[in-house]
């Protein structure tokens, strides 16, 4: 039987929301990153909240980024119309405080101005750019609860679109202390289309092993601040994990209620990711929860996740499928916490 932490169908909220803002029965939260729009919408319900309606699409939005440095025009109509989308679900259920986020690829992108300004005018979004630091925090503050107990300080991970945060903090506390934290300027896409391709079995492998070592690169000087702890602890929240998790539970089709709050053995991710990243692109798209849409940039994910297990060699990985917009819900109902 599968080790589990948290419930999967309830997200922690506090008492005071109702109070603090009577008018507000329904709440949004909006994160649009490199690679995808996610949308989620709620209610405040006992100590938590229920989710009332919700949206999520691959619009690669950073895609040609790292080559061109702009957003490109076939991706602005993919996300255009992924927002238009958002914002009739924003109508029609009456939400009264909400707010949305871009990430990396604006953040990046010499048009990313001019993007945020024209998904407003067509769909009434608006889109903060946040910083990578934010972003971090954010993630932190909507997973954290899915930290197995123990002790010293824990580990938290996203993997992105264009960029990989990492975060160090202490959980002593009811709300978590960060100690230190990293961006990385690689995610599934920017890692993907530098350094990703090879061609047959040998290339593969050849073009997994310059991911690797880029990422590790890129880590380093936080790997050198990183304390020594007995026995690390570690979450990840991304698709990247979410969808090993789903390969490491043989799913026919991707299940959040089996995966949000799985504890994975960190051997079990290993060996997923190293045979992933010999498969040609049509061998990964035959698997389940993984096929056509991410088939190209899931062992991008897996260099990824194995150089964080690298540099934090925990035993086993909590899988989280929540995260920035569940950090920003807590925000807007209870305030900043950290």
């Known amino acids: 039987m599968p080790h589990r932490r948290g419930?999967?169908?309830a997200h922690p909220a506090p008492k005071e929301a109702r109070a603090q803002w009577p008018g507000a029965r329904h709440y949004a939260a909006l994160d649009l990153g490199t690679n995808n729009c996610r949308l989620l919408i709620v209610r405040p319900q006992g100590a938590g909240f229920a989710v009332i309606d919700a949206f999520s699409r691959i619009v690669r939005l950073g895609e040609g980024l790292a080559s061109s440095g702009r957003l490109s025009d076939a991706a602005?109509?993919?996300t255009v119309a992924a927002l238009k989308i958002c914002s009739d679900k924003l109508r029609r259920r009456n939400v009264t405080l909400s707010r949305a986020v871009a990430t990396e690829a604006c953040r990046r992108a010499a048009n990313g101005a001019d993007f945020i300004a024209r998904a407003y005018a067509e769909t009434g979004i608006h889109l903060d750019i946040i910083t990578?630091?934010?972003?971090?925090?954010?993630?932190v503050l909507g997973c954290h609860a899915l930290i197995e107990p123990g002790e010293g300080p824990a580990l938290i991970f996203d993997i992105g679109g264009g960029s990989t945060e990492l975060v160090l903090v202490d959980t002593r506390a009811p709300n978590p202390v960060v100690l230190d934290w990293h961006s990385?300027?690689?995610?599934?896409?920017?890692?993907?289309?530098?350094?990703?391709?090879?061609?047959?079995?040998?290339?593969?492998?050849?073009?997994?092993?310059?991911?690797?070592?880029?990422?590790a690169e890129?880590?380093?000087?936080?790997a050198r601040r990183l304390p020594r702890v007995e026995r690390p602890r570690l979450l990840g929240t991304s698709g990247t994990v979410t969808t090993l998790a789903s390969v490491h539970l043989e799913l026919s089709h991707y299940d959040r209620a089996a995966v949000d709050g799985l504890i994975v053995p960190a051997t079990s991710m290993?060996?997923?990711s190293r045979d992933l990243s010999r498969m040609s692109l049509a061998e990964r798209a035959r698997l389940p929860c993984i096929g056509n849409e991410r088939a190209d940039l899931v062992v991008a994910g897996c260099a990824i996740l194995e150089t964080i297990l690298d540099l934090w060699p925990a035993e086993r990985l909590g899988v989280a499928d929540r995260g920035i917009r569940e950090g920003?819900?807590?925000?807007?109902?209870n305030g900043p916490v950290f």
């Open 7 to 9: 419930q999967s169908s």
């Open 76 to 78: 602005i109509e993919r």
């Open 132 to 139: 990578a630091e934010e972003e971090a925090r954010l993630a």
């Open 184 to 215: 990385a300027p690689w995610g599934v896409v920017s890692l993907t289309e530098s350094l990703g391709h090879g061609d047959g079995e040998d290339g593969r492998l050849a073009a997994y092993a310059r991911m690797r070592a880029a990422v």
């Open 218 to 222: 890129s880590f380093a000087g936080f």
């Open 270 to 272: 290993r060996k997923i």
């Open 328 to 333: 920003i819900l807590r925000r807007l109902m």
